[in-house]
């Protein structure tokens, strides 16, 4: 067999594997914790049932937080708006610290988000990516958000300022406002702390990968510090490459008192290559079925030239008011510069095959018929104010979330202009990967094709209401304003002929959302929920509006929940379990009805319902674990799209959609043999799923395992990962037309000092 074709291997570590990880830490808290009683907390009640008005301010030094540099388990969050406890968020939150980043060498959001269930990737036109969670879309409809406020979507994130990765699960514009149907994703950066300390790291590793990271935090003053990280990744991956370096820095002052500021900045500056995938093949000439072809994920068929090219420059400032210790109000303003330069290759047969006649000399053209160039900028300016205190209302204490935030988003797109010259791509074969072949980009001329400003206003409510001891009930409403103008000028082809009208569009949406729950916590280790959440999306949250869409109300989705948060061994470990069901209840089609329809028609409907659960924390000193499960036997399409009366290829009713996997999740866990030496192990598995409208395309089910054993001596550490060790064959991303695999067998040393 040629070292070009790989059989996809079985599956060596099956999904039963997964299972048997989450069984065993099962295991470990059913035989070693005590019950939850309600006994332990009568404390708590008390303090609960007063509301905390009483100045002057106590500080809460900063060198006491819990950075998540030490834990997997993580107690509390900032993605509902305000500082609060995990358990008193009656909706699914799975948090991914610091501490696990580093543990398994997590270097994007990408890599991290692989760490939490419900997760799967899409790739798109042009070979940018989409994420899903539950089945619906999350990064395409800007559900991606850095410190509680949106963050763009289309530029590549990196994981060297974050201090941990948070995901909301369910419907939540009444706390972010658009989008949100699956949930969101929010990334909370390093702050300063008081306390003078740091960290660099060099890691190496397979496809001459060499990543440098610094964390210095420089405590300056009683109530002040000033914390600067900083990353440099190279690599050569096989044919592809990796070329990023960022920068954060943040000063705080005013630590802890009745009013603190925070001043920060960040530049993440990408020159990566850019691997476009992979087509789908015909199984054979009597089965259409299209799985992925047998070919080594090292192997790299895209140009050299090829390139995805991206920098962020951001700067934040921002203010706490305490009125006391329970009550503040946070006003934040951020500006932020966003560019994106990515030219690509689409990798397609020249020639019908299929995978009993795929060889060595079976021939791929590069472009798949024309240039795949994504070149757009972006300026945002974001202003929010969030207050969050606790009162002592008609004998209830009431704990209030407000607030307001504002934006502003430009966005410009770009093409190549007919006036550029020709340069088609040299084809290549299945036998010559990585072959070196180019073009010269920067001869291809550009420009601009569209433009979007969009202009929304926020507001919203939430009261927490303690009923009695255990009791508390949650009531929240939203309301938006969205006003997006959509932008084409006249374009011509080389003819000279006209290929786009100038035209301008535009609507304004006005929605309210809405968020209620019932909480019930006998104990301080023991929260129980229900909920119900609403969300909706703009026919604009792409930044463009087609003649269509910009006719068309939002769509609408809601998610109703029922799940626990229960603690063990003296809180050291956190559990979360959760049934949910989501439903988008009026999405877009086309009117099928109507000759020459001028908007769409909100007719379609979609769910997803099933059961998640997660683990995190520690089961003795020694043995820390996390994990996070996701089971969706139901999603179906309610009400699908048609065209002439003939239901759109994955759009039948009761089909089940595309990039929604039965099962997915990750276990993870880590062991500390003595003061010197760590061993760890984990599995990320993923059942069988399809593209999106593509239900007889098949990726199949997968599990990869990995491994980490880390020596520490003082303030030094050398620790060793092994990615994917079983070398499992796989579609990470998939599309309609492509797919990208996954990360081969690679190995990853990492040297790191503290001081």
Do not use: C
Request: proline fraction near 4%.
């Amino acid at each position: 067999m040629s070292r070009n074709l790989k059989r996809p291997a079985s599956a060596l570590l099956p999904l039963g594997a997964l299972a048997a990880g989450f069984g065993l830490a099962s295991a470990a808290l059913a035989q070693t914790s005590t019950a939850p009683a309600a006994a332990e907390t009568k404390a708590e009640t008390k303090n609960d049932a007063k509301a905390e008005t009483a100045l002057p301010i106590v500080r809460a030094r900063a060198s006491a937080e819990r950075a998540g540099k030490e834990d997997y388990q993580a107690v509390d969050t900032r993605i509902g708006k305000g500082k609060q406890e995990l358990r008193d968020i009656p909706q699914s939150v799975t948090v991914v610290t610091e501490k696990l980043i580093n543990d398994r060498n997590l270097d994007t959001m990408k890599e991290a988000l692989k760490n939490t269930a419900g997760i799967s990737f899409m790739a798109a036109e042009g070979g940018e990516e989409d994420i899903r969670l539950r089945g619906f879309s999350l990064q395409a409809t800007g559900d991606i958000f850095s410190d509680g406020m949106r963050d763009p979507a289309f530029y590549e994130r990196d994981t060297f300022n974050y201090d941990r990765m948070e995901v909301l699960r369910g419907s939540a514009s009444m706390l972010f406002g658009r989008g949100s149907t699956g949930g969101a994703v929010n990334q909370v950066s390093k702050q300063p702390l008081l306390v003078t300390q740091g960290e660099v790291a060099a890691t190496l590793g397979s496809g001459n990968y060499l990543r440098l990271t610094a964390d210095a935090n420089i405590r300056t003053g009683d109530e002040s510090a000033l914390r600067v990280n900083a990353m440099v990744t190279d690599a050569k991956n096989y044919g592809n490459k990796i070329d990023k370096k960022g920068v954060a820095a943040a000063y705080r002052f005013g630590i802890g008192n009745v009013d603190e500021v925070l001043i920060s900045a960040y530049y993440l500056d990408n020159n990566n290559g850019i691997n476009y995938g992979l087509p789908w093949i015909a199984k054979s000439k009597t089965d259409p079925t299209r799985v992925m072809l047998p070919i080594d994920a090292r192997n790299y068929y895209g140009a050299a030239s090829d390139y995805n090219a991206g920098s962020l420059t951001q700067g934040t400032l921002s203010h706490t008011h305490r009125f006391s210790s329970s009550n503040e109000i946070k006003t934040t303003l951020r500006l932020a510069t966003i560019d994106r330069d990515q030219r690509a290759s689409a990798i397609r047969f020249t020639a019908p095959v299929t995978a009993e006649t795929l060889n060595d000399q079976t021939v791929l053209a590069r472009s798949g018929g024309g240039v795949h160039a994504k070149i757009q900028n972006m300026d945002t300016a974001y202003l929010q104010s969030d207050y969050s205190g606790k009162h002592q209302w008609f004998g209830f204490t009431h704990s209030i979330q407000a607030g307001v935030d504002l934006a502003r988003e430009k966005f410009n797109n770009f093409g190549i202009s007919p006036q550029s010259p020709v340069m088609p791509k040299p084809t290549t074969t299945i036998g010559t990967p990585n072959d070196g072949a180019w073009v010269d980009e920067s001869r291809r001329v550009t420009r601009l094709t569209s433009n979007f400003d969009a202009k929304s206003v926020g507001i919203y409510a939430q009261d927490l209401l303690q009923l009695s001891p255990h009791w508390k009930l949650l009531g929240g409403l939203r309301w938006d304003r969205f006003d997006g103008t959509y932008w084409q000028p006249e374009l011509r082809n080389a003819a000279d002929k006209v290929t786009q009208i100038e035209a301008t569009r535009a609507r304004v949406d006005s929605l309210w959302s809405k968020r209620a729950g019932l909480l019930y916590q006998p104990s301080a280790t023991q929260s129980y929920h229900l909920s119900y959440s609403t969300s909706f999306n703009t026919s604009g949250d792409t930044y463009r509006f087609d003649p269509l869409g910009s006719n068309t109300p939002p769509e609408g989705s809601r998610n109703t929940e029922l799940g626990a948060k229960l603690d063990f061994f003296d809180g050291r470990m956190s559990t979360r379990f959760a049934l949910f069901y989501t439903d988008k209840y009026n999405e877009r089609n086309r009117d099928e009805l109507t000759v020459d329809p001028t908007n769409y028609v909100l007719s379609g409907a979609r769910h997803a319902a099933g059961l998640e659960f997660d683990i995190s924390g520690r089961i003795t000193p020694q043995w820390e674990v996390y994990g996070s499960y996701a089971f969706i036997p139901d999603a179906k399409v309610d009400k699908g799209s048609a065209v002439n009366g003939v239901s759109l290829q994955g759009e039948a009713v009761g089909s089940r959609p595309g990039l929604t996997p039965r099962h997915s999740g990750t276990i993870w866990t880590t062991y500390k043999l003595n003061e010197a030496w760590r061993v760890g192990g984990g599995l990320n598995a993923r059942s069988s799923d399809s593209p999106q409208l593509s239900p007889t395309i098949v990726a199949p089910s997968f599990v990869t395992a990995d491994l980490m054993a880390e020596y520490t001596n003082g303030n030094l550490s050398l620790k060793f990962n092994a990615t994917n060790i079983t070398d499992e064959l796989y579609a990470d991303v998939l599309y309609r037309g492509h797919y990208v695999p996954g990360k081969p067998r690679t190995y990853q040393l990492t040297f790191a000092h503290k001081f």
